[in-house]
């Protein structure tokens, strides 16, 4: 059995307190009852619930920010390291989970755990250009023919091409930090374009996927459910 307002808030209704107020105002019914109880328990298997008239389907896709820490793996599994799903909070623990796409097990930041297939295709997928933005700490400033190549498109040493990228000093004006959009995923990718100008990545964080920031409130190895605008905002406003 789950509590109403939990089931509401894990399927991206809004916090908890904005699932509570929601349940209050009467938006949802439970078994064709308005139902105002936020912690009133159900099953979705054999009790039907509507909100704002739309019904909750059975088994919905879930949308799961997490700041990845380093030191653990972007996998489902793996025999010796610790994986981003061996570090989700048990009430966020559920059947085919998986990173959509993958951060290195060095790499902090914005990562998004789902179980929808469909969703991780659109958003790793370069046809889609969905950038990803990275602040990346380097051993050496920034330089204008770095920015250039950047936007050329970098070659790796085995002739491997990257697609356009946008490379920017952030605001803070700090030299040596650099931030760096994608709309792809090789392998160690920033790593590497910054190696192919001869620059070595001291650090390096994921801060955004489109226009979804990693949430400042969340402490690094913690997770929040993402609601539908957050889902929205990584398909917005993307560079073209
Ligand atoms: N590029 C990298 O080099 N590493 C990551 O984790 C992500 C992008």
């Known amino acids: 059995m789950d509590r109403l307002d ?3 808030a894990q399927r991206g209704f809004g916090s908890r307190k904005d699932v509570q107020r929601l349940i209050r105002s009467g938006a ?3 078994n064709g009852e308005t139902c105002r109880t936020p912690d009133c328990k159900l099953d979705l298997e054999r009790d039907e619930v509507y909100v704002g008239g739309e019904p909750l389907d059975r088994d919905k896709y ?3 920010m997490m700041n990845k820490p380093a030191g653990v793996v972007s996998a489902t599994e793996d ?3 610790k994986t ?18 993958r951060l290195d097990k060095d790499t902090e930041g914005l990562l998004i755990i789902t179980n929808d297939g469909d969703f991780a295709h659109r958003m790793l997928s370069p046809r889609k250009k969905v ?24 070659e790796f040493t085995n002739g491997e091409k990257c697609l356009p990228a ?52 969340l402490t690094i190895g913690s997770c929040k459910f993402l609601t539908k605008l957050d889902i929205e905002a990584i398909f917005i406003g993307n560079i073209h």
């Open 166 to 217: 946008v490379l920017s000093v952030p605001d803070s004006g700090l030299e040596r930090t650099a931030l760096v959009k994608i709309c792809e995923g090789k392998f160690h990718q920033v790593k590497k374009m910054f190696s192919a100008c001869g620059t070595r990545v001291v650090h390096l964080k994921r801060i955004s996927i489109g226009n979804l920031y990693l949430d400042s409130n």
């Open 6 to 8: 939990k089931l509401l």
């Open 84 to 101: 981003v799903l061996d570090i989700l909070p048990e009430e966020m623990r559920r059947p085919n989970l998986f990173p959509a796409g």
């Open 62 to 64: 879930v949308y799961i």
């Open 79 to 81: 025999k010796r390291e």
């Open 131 to 154: 950038y990803k933005q990275y602040e990346a700490e380097l051993d050496a400033p920034v330089t204008e023919e770095m920015k250039r190549r950047f936007a050329e498109g970098i």
């Open 28 to 30: 949802v019914t439970l």
